[in-house]
Each structure stands twice: as structure tokens, then as C-alpha cells.
């Protein structure tokens, strides 16, 4: 296991919704929305994570 890649992918995931936002607007065309030299089962865990992660704090309820 490389802790690395995990990382990685969990940094590229946090920020692949910035990057997919600017994508779509013509920017940063030399920043990847994901990294094909690091996919991996590591990587793919961590991205995921990450891309997952702003959702997470949405579901959980509030208290009363």
C-alpha cells in the first residue's frame, strides 16, 4: 500500500470540484481533473474520499 497515493487521490478529489468548476469555464487546461499516472486502487480510494467529502457534512442532521 502506498500511502502516497492515497493521498494524493484524496487532494486531487478535494479539489477536482474547483478544477471541474474552472474546466468548465475554459480554464487551468493544464491542471488534470484526475490523475492518470498515479490510478490505482489506492488512488481511486482516496479520490473518491475526497470527492466525496463536501457531501458528507450535508447529510449528517443537526441537532435541536
Given at each position: 500500500m502506498e500511502w502516497t497515493d492515497?493521498?494524493?487521490g484524496f487532494w486531487n478529489g478535494i479539489t477536482a470540484w474547483i478544477v471541474l468548476i474552472v474546466h468548465a469555464f475554459g480554464g487551468w487546461?493544464?491542471?488534470p481533473f484526475y490523475d492518470l499516472?498515479?490510478?490505482g486502487n489506492w488512488y481511486d480510494f482516496g479520490f473518491l474520499l475526497?470527492?466525496?467529502s463536501p457531501f458528507?457534512?450535508?447529510t449528517r442532521?443537526?441537532?435541536r
Open positions: 492515497v493521498f494524493w487546461s493544464e491542471f499516472a498515479r490510478s475526497g470527492a466525496g458528507l457534512g450535508a442532521g443537526r441537532g
